[in-house]
Each structure stands twice: as C-alpha cells, then as structure tokens.
C-alpha cells in the first residue's frame, strides 16, 4: 500500500491532510508555496518490494500518493530506456556519457508521467474537469488522460505552439483555449476561468501530485544503474518539476537506504531567451523580458517553484546556465546524426551546455554525465 501520511509546506513544514481536495495546493501560512507530498519511510520497505512485472513508473507503488490501485490512470509511462552514448561523448571527450530519453512515454514526453499521477489522484479525490495552461506536452499529456479517465479536459496553450501539439489535444477530445503570449499568460487566462474553481487546476506545482510522477526518473536512473548515481544530471528547465522530482527521489532514497548519501550535481540547462532560474540562481537583475523560445517548454518566465529549484541547485552543489537559441537545432541534429535519436529542442540544450561546463572546468570529462531528455523532437518539426 502507499506510505503516502500527509502534504507538507516546503518553505514553513506546515501540514495537511491528504483526503484535501487541493484545487490550488499552497501554503496558507507561506503564501506562494508548493505542498509537497510526505511519505513514512519505514524500514521494511526495501528494494525487493519493487513489482518487477510492472514495466512503468507504478512499479514504485508504495512510494507514490494514490491509495488504491482500482483509481490508478495508466497508459503505460515510465521505465524508459536509460542509453548510452559512444558517438556524441567521443566526439565531446566525454568518457562515460548517458541519456534517459523520455521521448518513449506515451503522448512523447515526460509529462505523461506527472499527469498520469495527477488524474490518477484526480480520480480518486472524485473530480471530473481539470485545467491546464501548457508550452505543449503537459497539455497533450493531460487531455489524454482525461480521455482515459473519462474526465472533461480544458487546455490553455500559447497561440504559437506547433500545431502537433494542439491537434492531440482536439483529438483527445479536449476543450483547446489559443492565447497570444507565453505559458505565464495562459496561466492568467486559467485563473479567469477557473475564479470560480469549477476546475481541479494541475498547473506547474499549483498541485502536490505532478512532482510524484516526475520523481519516478530518479527511482528508475538508480535502478538501472544498479542503485548507484551519476556524478552530474544536466536538465532542461521550465517550470523545473522534474529536476525536483529528482531531488526528491534521491532523498527519499537516501533515507530508505537504497543507495549512498551521495547527490549527483543537478544542473538547470535553459535559453537566452528566458533565464529566470539563471538569473535567479546568478541574482541577475534587470534581465531583459522573456521571449517565446523553439524549446517550448523552456520558456517559463515565473516559475512558480523557484524557491525550490534554487533549493536543489544549492543542496546539490549544481548550477544553473543558459545557451544560445541558435545552438539549439544543430545539437539536435549532433545527436541524431552520431546517436540515431531525434530529441527534443529542450534535450538538444543539454549538449551546448554540457560543451560549456566542460570548457569551465565545471564538469569533467572523467565523470559519469547523464543527460535528461524529455521528449520527441517529431512534435517540433513544423518549427524546424
């Protein structure tokens, strides 16, 4: 069953109840901060609890917040393929050089796995119409599950998005709303439509149950790794939930015993053209105003979490930087032409900026690397 006790403040540790519906999980007393979910970590729960049959990220059952498998919303996410790459870290000096390619989940992102928790617990709180605003995924991601869940599905998504990502949407059968702007105005449209809060709202962290399905990379890297960690994991950030989730899941584990107090360095990869987890972790001011970026879910002007982010940057001893827009397609075209994968434009930021970490002496070329990518490059085409 789940160890799942209770949702936690993560600025003041205030708690709170998991039977709340939370349609705008915040701190009450901290105002703007995440609930994050807090499990009991008893020392009978060991590794060989693990369902090896379950080949997605409900393997990890115990450690996530759905209380009965009966409510459990799945298409399959999770257990993607943990690679190798020869080519790429050759031609970089790199001498042992990975990628968790997310690109293989369903709806071909990441995402599926945070939104497959967030109806999951939907389902299970007894809600039947959610709300998004989206760079893209999140919103295909959700309005798929909704559609397997039965749910009524609303997203919210920018007016320039490529179209792949809006007719998913049409086709699962969501209510798709186009707003001129970036995903911080689609977040304002979400709040005009949900004053009321006839929505469960599953924005970036306005809710505690997204970051439990993101954490479960981190259980699955160790794993595969046979519970060890990488020396450094590189992340595209936006809203910068999964690089959280990979925090908490290392922790978790650390406390559980399955692996050795020992955090890889988390480093935050974003664009020029929006850096606000840059330049908060570098306290830049007067930064020049967000613009939209083709690593859509990269441009995140406010994240919500940003306290949290800087939190893991610190508490990992990682950084935070930023590359250029025009390095972007020619990393994805690196990757596929030396690896056979045909990434993301967020995945493809995580080799100029590893070039560049190398080049500081930030990273060294002897360390195990582990690059994160999030999703298909398919969806993006139109925009190359």
């Known amino acids: 069953m789940s160890r799942i006790s209770f949702l936690q403040c993560s600025v003041c540790d205030k708690t709170y109840p998991i039977e709340k519906i939370n349609t705008y999980a915040t701190c009450d007393r901290c105002e703007k901060s995440p609930l994050i979910c807090e499990y009991t970590l008893l020392s009978g729960l060991a590794k060989c609890n693990i369902d090896q049959n379950e080949r997605s990220m409900w393997r990890y ?12 919303v799945s298409l399959g996410e999770g257990w993607t393929p943990l690679l190798s790459l020869p080519r790429l870290g050759s031609w970089m000096g790199v001498h042992k ?26 389902k299970e ?29 609303t997203v919210v998504m920018p007016r320039h998005t490529p179209q792949a990502f809006k007719t998913e949407c049409q086709y699962f059968g969501a209510t798709l709303i186009e707003v001129e702007g970036l995903i911080s105005d689609c977040a304002k449209k979400v709040a005009e439509l949900n004053v009321e809060g006839r929505f469960f709202d599953v924005s970036t962290m306005r809710e ?98 940003r306290k949290l982010i800087q939190r893991v940057l610190n508490e990992t001893n990682g950084t935070a930087i930023a590359i250029e827009e025009d390095e972007i397609i020619p990393a994805v075209k690196e990757i596929a032409s030396k690896e056979g994968l ?43």
Request: aromatic share 8%; charged share 20%.
């Open 61 to 72: 059952f115990e450690m996530l917040p759905v209380l009965d498998k009966k409510n459990i």
């Open 125 to 153: 709180l007894g809600i039947t119409e959610c709300i998004t605003p989206t760079a893209g995924n999140a919103g295909g991601a959700m309005a798929a599950y909704c559609a397997s869940a039965g749910m009524r599905a």
């Open 342 to 384: 045909f990434v993301s434009p967020e995945g493809a930021t995580l080799v100029p900026a590893l070039k560049k970490l190398l080049a500081s002496d930030q990273v060294h070329p002897e360390e195990e690397i582990l690059l994160l990518n999030t999703g298909t490059g398919y969806k993006y085409i139109e925009s190359f």
């Open 208 to 305: 505690p149950y997204r970051l439990e399905g993101k954490k479960t990379m981190g259980y699955e890297i160790a794993e595969q790794l046979g519970w060890r960690l990488p020396d450094v994991i590189l992340y595209p950030t936006g809203g910068g939930t999964g690089l959280i989730g990979l925090w908490k899941a290392f922790s978790e584990m650390i406390e559980l015993g399955w692996i050795e107090n020992k955090m890889p360095r988390l480093v935050a990869v974003q664009t020029e053209n929006c850096r606000p987890v840059v330049n908060n972790f570098f306290d830049v001011d007067n930064a020049p105003e967000a613009k939209a970026s083709i690593a859509n879910g990269l441009s995140v002007p406010f994240p919500f979490a």
């Open 97 to 122: 050089l990975l990628l968790k390619d997310e690109s293989l989940n369903p709806t071909g992102s990441f995402k599926a796995r945070g939104l497959s928790m967030a109806i999951s617990k939907a």
